[in-house]
């Protein structure tokens, strides 16, 4: 497979202090024990361990900008985060609150919790905000629980909602007194609490609740006698329901300080400027001097102001903000647009095409010396992307595995498979008619491809769109490392108009190197009808597939070659053996994919189809009959009846020999295809997904709650069953014992066997081969020698490509989703061992042959790093036998005579040799005697001077 897209870079984490970055709810909810980024899903009792790819699990809550910091404090949050809000005073601490009833403080530094407020112990706080009120800071906080008594009701009318508050103080400031103490009602509220925020002055809060919007004027400087004070409140009832609001940010018009107001959007779209809260509480005001002289109190009196409305969005507006200066308004929604409204002149800008999900919130991060201000905006897949206020450039922030939100809602078939080249999954993205191809060890998205496309976002007043979705993908076999051909099934269900029935649509495409493109494209192959079944052949030179639909016709597909095409290779044929340069251009040879063969049985229903592994027959389920068809010639081979309802199939075994069949709902039943028997049968099983693992097959059944794995051997016997805690409705399997789910609610799931659930480590890729005794002769000459004596190296254990690709790179441990992440403890040895590597260096030693030492005898080494043995008296005798027969055999040569020497001669060799004696003596030198069968006799005696000659020290590992 091509190069994978770069991968998008996200807020960069420092320990400075000067850094800003981006803080997340995720980043302090309770850690979960999630597997390592090299996990093995270990088996306790028949249980596999579950470990997360992708979660469904996304936050409305829009980012916070403060100095770095992180905490993985085991005090965390038991449920939900609902709200992010950094500290008024101390810029460096943040609180969140939960629907665990509680809001929590929390240290960035030091990464530490620093203490609880106890709100509520049987509801959860929904949204929080802080202000000033006198000298003290106070939480204000919008909370709901079940009313005291009251029975469960489902239009919920047994849940009370309020608005309370609690002094922001330390710790010490209220130990001794009981955790409610501190706590005072605000307001009741008669609908869920939607929003709730503060006047950048702290004189008003809005809780946005149902078509009310409570906004409650608090005590300024001398009003505020002490901590039991108690608010007016004036309610503003709209037209519709509202789901967020922002105050306007202070600004100063002139000499004159402007009027504190507030925007809102509800259900329909609109945006409201809610102007006049100054007048509406004089008018409050003059009506509780007239009712209760000298007094005041809380008015629960229904108003409604002369707002300004801005419409655009068709469906209800998610997310509000302020630009830094208050002269824009950001808006965002379900069209997947940035909307800038200017308050000045009323127009407004766009940013569309923003990736096609909803937007579920929008923050502004000021700008600061140099660095432009940025809209950032959190997607319902939970992607982030900012934009530029000056710029305008989109840029994604972090993007992890994104599952569709709508296919849990619809019962159609989820399209789920594994790319032949590189081992990876392939799942709906966001969008039901779009594919991510992802890294399922490292929840890495490779990249997308967008198989149809469609519209995203319908009209709030027509008939929602039912949007076309990929229900069936397929892979050609991988040749030279790249798998060529695609297959999808896209479509969606006629209406009246197109006469009922379905519309679908069958596309093959072509690798071209870094992606899939489209190449061919035949809409409604099968007419009306549902298409059951799409395969390719798993071998063969000329790859092929096969689609069979809901009225039991089946059709072949081939590729073939374009007419003009192959004119044109004729051409350079032709110019190739006569030499002759045609006059016409030739063209790059095209391929298109064609209907070869249709055929059925009966007409009877097909269910499912599976190729053998040597693509020779197709077999096909009908529910009680299972048909086997000669795929070159489209003979039909065999019919086996069915004694259970067949509606799954798979080959099993590596050549094929077994073949298993799974019911409707239970049922399992495998044929030896040699004899065309039953070799087992398990009427009673219960399965869903029938799945072919390397040891034999798989059959799944989930639950609400768990999911039972019953594993069986190629010829049906059971061996093992294993149970999961977590549903699955679709299954596919990795290479080796390593299968991935995918629950109901769309979260994607891996699990399996310890070896191969988890990528090897260094030790397990670089593991040294045993060592072995080795005979005496390759003691002597190596253990190369005789080569008839050497027993074969064990074969190395498989590595798939995943594990490949996830080996050696320790750098790349800690870019995955932190529920990937292990603990440091479990971390440590494997990433120290990948990033620190052992030198090898040799290091040579001078000796000095000095004249009082003694060089010591040097056993030698056995060779190869072998264990040596003792030499035995067969050994000897060996040796002895070999010696006498190369003797014997040897040539003998004839003596030559030597040349007699003169007395004159020998008496001037021995004065010479006396002469170097005495000479080497004189300069300090050592004379070392050599035997006179490592040297002539006028060598007899040799001097070795020690500033020149010197020798290696033996290596650690000679000895």
């Not at 108003?303 to 507006?317: D, G, I, N, Q, S």
């Not at 069986?712 to 990795?734: C, E, K």
């Amino acid at each position: 497979m091509g190069e994978p897209l770069p991968r998008p870079q996200g807020h960069v984490r420092s320990r400075r202090k000067g850094k800003e970055r981006q803080v997340d709810a995720a980043d302090f909810a309770t850690p979960q024990k999630a597997g390592p980024s090299k996990p093995k899903a270990k088996q306790f009792g028949g249980s596999w361990d579950v470990i997360p790819v992708a979660s469904s699990e996304v936050s409305r809550i829009p980012p916070v900008w403060s100095k770095d910091g992180s905490s993985t404090d085991p005090n965390g949050h038991r449920k939900p985060i609902t709200a992010l809000l950094l500290h008024p005073t101390n810029p460096l601490q943040l609180i969140t609150s939960s629907d665990d009833g509680t809001i929590k403080i929390w240290d960035w530094v030091e990464g530490r919790h620093v203490r609880t407020i106890q709100v509520l112990d049987d509801g959860g706080v929904k949204q929080i905000c802080v202000g000033q009120v006198g000298s003290k800071w106070w939480i204000f906080a919008t909370v709901t629980n079940p009313k005291p008594g009251k029975k469960t009701k489902e239009d919920g009318s047994h849940i009370q909602h309020r608005v309370m508050r609690v002094p922001l103080l330390p710790q010490a400031a209220m130990d001794g007194d009981k955790p409610m103490a501190w706590l005072f009602n605000v307001g009741k509220l008669r609908a869920p609490p939607e929003a709730l925020f503060i006047s950048p002055r702290t004189s008003y809060v809005v809780a946005l609740a149902g078509q009310k919007a409570h906004v409650y004027r608090l005590p300024q400087g001398k009003d505020v006698t002490d901590d039991k004070w108690k608010p007016d409140c004036v309610k503003f009832v709209s037209d519709e329901r509202f789901t967020c609001g922002a105050f306007a940010p202070d600004r100063k018009g002139g000499r004159t300080v402007q009027e504190e107001w507030f925007a809102t959007g509800d259900a329909r779209g609109i945006i409201r400027l809610w102007h006049g809260l100054g007048a509406a509480f004089r008018q409050l005001d003059a009506a509780n001097q007239q009712q209760q002289p000298g007094g005041s109190g809380q008015d629960n009196s229904e108003k409604r102001l002369p707002t300004t409305m801005l419409h655009w969005h068709a469906h209800a507006v998610s997310g509000l903000a302020f630009s830094s200066a208050g002269a824009q308004i950001l808006s965002v929604g379900e069209e997947s647009v940035l909307v800038q409204w200017h308050l000045a002149s009323g127009k407004r800008e766009y940013i569309p095409r923003l990736g096609g999900r909803p937007i579920l919130s929008v923050a502004v991060r000021p700008g600061d010396r140099g660095v432009e201000e940025e809209y950032w905006m959190g997607f319902a897949d939970g992607a982030m992307m900012r934009v530029g206020a000056s710029t305008g450039q989109v840029s994604s922030v972090g993007q992890g595995v994104r599952l569709d939100p709508l296919r849990p809602t619809s019962n159609r078939p989820y399209p789920l498979a594994v790319h032949p080249a590189s081992k990876a999954l392939v799942v709906p993205s966001s969008h039901p008619s779009t594919l991510q191809f992802i890294d399922p060890l490292e929840s890495r998205v490779l990249f997308d491809l967008e198989v149809a496309p469609s519209n995203r976002v319908s009209k709030r007043d027509d008939k929602e769109l039912e949007p076309i979705a990929v229900e069936q993908v397929a892979f050609s076999a991988a040749v030279d490392g790249k798998s060529e051909w695609m297959a999808t099934v896209e479509g969606r269900e006629a209406d009246q108009f197109e006469g009922g029935g379905f519309v679908k649509t069958l596309k093959f495409w072509r690798w071209n190197g870094d992606r899939y493109v489209i190449n061919t494209q035949y809409p409604r192959p099968h007419g009306a009808d549902n298409i059951t079944a799409l395969a390719f052949g798993p071998s063969g030179t000329e790859p092929f597939a096969l689609t069979a639909s809901s009225n039991g016709t089946v059709k072949i597909w081939q590729v073939r070659q374009a007419k003009r095409s192959e004119q044109a290779l004729q051409l350079v044929r032709e110019a190739d053996v006569t030499g002759k340069k045609s006059a016409k251009k030739p063209t790059v040879a095209e391929y298109y994919w064609s209907n070869r063969s249709t055929f059925s049985y009966r007409s009877l229903p097909v269910y499912a189809a599976a190729f053998s592994p040597d693509s020779t027959l197709v077999a096909l389920t009908h529910g009680s009959v299972v048909t086997l068809w000669n795929t070159a010639s489209n003979v039909m081979v065999r019919a086996l009846e069915s004694s259970i309802d067949a509606r799954k199939i798979t080959f099993v075994g590596g050549e094929g020999r077994y073949l298993a069949v799974g019911g409707a709902a239970k049922g399992v039943a495998v044929w030896d295809l040699l004899s065309c028997v039953i070799t087992n049968s398990s009427p009673e099983q219960l399965v869903d997904v029938l799945l072919p693992i390397p040891t034999g097959f798989v059959a799944a059944h989930s639950t609400t709650t768990s999911t039972t794995l019953s594993l069986f051997q190629p010829n049906g016997q059971h061996m093992r069953s294993v149970h999961l805690r977590a549903p699955f409705s679709a299954l596919t399997a990795l290479p080796g014992m390593h299968l991935v789910g995918i629950a109901p609610s769309g979260e994607i799931s891996r699990f399996g066997d310890a070896q191969a659930a988890a990528a090897p480590s260094s030790r397990a890729i670089q593991a040294q081969p045993q060592r072995r005794t080795t005979s005496i002769w390759q003691e002597m000459f190596g253990k190369d020698a005789f080569l008839d004596e050497i027993e074969p190296e064990p074969e190395a254990p498989a590595v798939t490509e995943l594990q490949r690709r996830a080996a050696g790179r320790p750098d790349m441990v800690f870019e995955g989703p932190s529920h990937t992440l292990p603990p440091v403890s479990m971390l440590f040895d494997a990433f120290m061992d990948e990033l620190l590597v052992t030198r090898s260096a040799e290091e040579t030693v001078d000796v000095e042959m000095l004249e009082d030492e003694a060089v010591a005898p040097v056993s030698a080494a056995p060779v190869g790093g072998e264990t040596s043995r003792p030499v035995k008296d067969k050994d000897v005798d060996e040796l002895v036998d070999f010696f006498t027969a190369v003797l014997a055999n040897a040539p003998k040569k004839a003596p030559t005579p030597k040349e007699p020497k003169e007395n004159g001669d020998r008496k001037a060799d021995k004065l010479g040799k006396k002469e170097r004696k005495d000479k080497a003596k004189a300069n300090g030198h050592r004379t070392v005697s050599m035997p006179a069968s490592l040297g002539d006799e006028d060598d007899e005696d040799r001097v070795v001077d020690k500033s020149k000659k010197k020798r290696k020290a033996p290596r650690a590992s000679d000895i």
